[in-house]
C-alpha cells in the first residue's frame, strides 16, 4: 500500500511563505499524478495544484495562481513540493497531497480520481 507523507505546514504572518513536501513511499514503475487539495473547516475540499504522471503539464486553482509553485524532485513525482508565497488568511486549510498511477498527459484536478492520500499537514496563516 502506498503511503504519502506531508510535511511542512505550520504557522505564518500574511504575506509570508511555507513550503509543503509530500513524499511516497514507493517507487513504481510509472509515474505517479499527484495532486495538491486543501480543506477549510466547514468548507468543501478544494484542488490546490496539480502535476500530470508524464511531468509536462501544471495546474493551479484559481485562487493561488501566481503565489504557489508545484515542483517535483523527479521523473516518477515521488517527492512534490508545494511552494507556497504571498499567504493570505483564507489559504488557512489542512492540506493533502494525493497521487494515482492512472497515466495521462492532463492533470488530475478531481480528488475522487486519486487512490492515495496522505494524512493532511495543517497550514494556519495569520491575519
Known amino acids: 500500500q502506498v503511503q504519502l507523507v506531508e510535511s511542512g505546514g505550520g504557522l505564518a504572518q500574511t504575506g509570508g511563505s511555507l513550503r509543503l513536501s509530500c513524499a511516497a513511499s514507493?517507487?513504481?514503475?510509472?509515474?505517479?499524478?499527484v495532486g495538491w487539495f486543501r480543506q477549510a473547516p466547514g468548507k468543501e475540499r478544494e484542488f490546490v495544484s496539480g502535476?500530470?504522471?508524464?511531468?509536462?503539464?501544471?495546474?493551479y486553482g484559481d485562487s493561488v495562481k501566481g503565489r504557489f509553485t508545484i515542483s517535483s524532485v523527479n521523473t516518477k513525482n515521488t517527492v512534490i513540493y508545494l511552494q507556497m508565497d504571498i499567504l493570505e488568511p483564507e489559504d488557512t486549510a489542512v492540506y493533502y497531497c494525493?497521487?494515482?498511477?492512472?497515466?495521462?498527459?492532463?492533470?488530475?484536478?478531481?480528488?475522487?480520481?486519486?487512490?492515495?492520500w496522505g494524512q493532511g499537514t495543517q497550514v494556519i496563516v495569520s491575519s
Open positions: 494525493a497521487a494515482t498511477l492512472y497515466q495521462s498527459r492532463a492533470v488530475v484536478r478531481s480528488g475522487s480520481s486519486y487512490e492515495y
Open positions: 502535476i500530470s504522471s508524464d511531468g509536462r503539464r501544471i495546474a
Open positions: 514507493e517507487h513504481p514503475a510509472y509515474p505517479y499524478a
